[in-house]
Every structure is written in structure tokens, then in C-alpha cells.
């Protein structure tokens, strides 16, 4: 199993800036994809951005040009500048891992952290 912590959410005025971390831990063979993801009130939970363990990264359109996902080895991290009030909501790590050569993919998810912009 893997476990995902996550940290650096907080309070933030727009405009501000804020990097998230979030690492993984457990009995693993490989992570192959982490990504963010972000949950606001009474709205789905949607993509923010991933990165696969080879370095191809993907962002949501609303977050492109704002948002950077960085990857090293087992933890994964979110630069976030130039946020919106729109930004505000709790933040989820999720990585897809296999335990063993020819097993199927495994995904977990962190416990989520909060981000709230607003002045």
C-alpha cells in the first residue's frame, strides 16, 4: 500500500503564491503517475495537473501558465503563483503505483489540504 501526506496548503491573498509537497511512502515497486487534483464546495472533484515518472506533465486549462507540477522520486510537488479566488478549494494528492512487475496499477489518494485565496 501507499501512503500520500500532503502539505503547504494555507490562507492566500489573490495574486499570492503557495507550493504544495505531498510524499509517498509504503511497499511499492513503482509510481508511475502523481498528480493534484482539487475538490471545491458542492463542485466535482477535477484534475489539476500529473506528471508521469518519465516527466510528461498535463494541466487543467484554467491553471496552465499559473501552476507547476515538479517531480522528485517519490514526491511530488505543486507551484502555485498568480491565485484566484477561484483557486480556493481542498487539495488532493493521487499517485498510481504497482506493487510488483505484472500487477495490476494501484491508486491512492492523500487526506487533502486546504487552500483558500482570498484578501
Known amino acids: 500500500q501507499v501512503q500520500l501526506v500532503e502539505s503547504g496548503g494555507g490562507l492566500v491573498q489573490p495574486g499570492g503564491s503557495l507550493r504544495l509537497s505531498c510524499a509517498a511512502s509504503?511497499?511499492?515497486?513503482?509510481?508511475?503517475?502523481m498528480g493534484w487534483y482539487r475538490q471545491a464546495p458542492g463542485k466535482q472533484r477535477e484534475l489539476v495537473a500529473r506528471?508521469?515518472?518519465?516527466?510528461i506533465t498535463n494541466y487543467a486549462d484554467s491553471v496552465k501558465g499559473r501552476f507547476t507540477i515538479s517531480r522528485a522520486k517519490n514526491t511530488v510537488y505543486l507551484q502555485m503563483n498568480s491565485l484566484k479566488p477561484e483557486d480556493t478549494a481542498i487539495y488532493y494528492c493521487?499517485?498510481?503505483?504497482?506493487?510488483?512487475?505484472?500487477?495490476?496499477?494501484?491508486?491512492?489518494w492523500g487526506q487533502g489540504t486546504q487552500v483558500t485565496v482570498s484578501s
Open positions: 493521487n499517485a498510481d503505483w504497482r506493487k510488483a512487475i505484472g500487477l495490476p496499477t494501484m491508486s491512492s
Open positions: 509504503g511497499s511499492f515497486f513503482s509510481i508511475n503517475v
Open positions: 506528471i508521469a515518472s518519465g516527466g
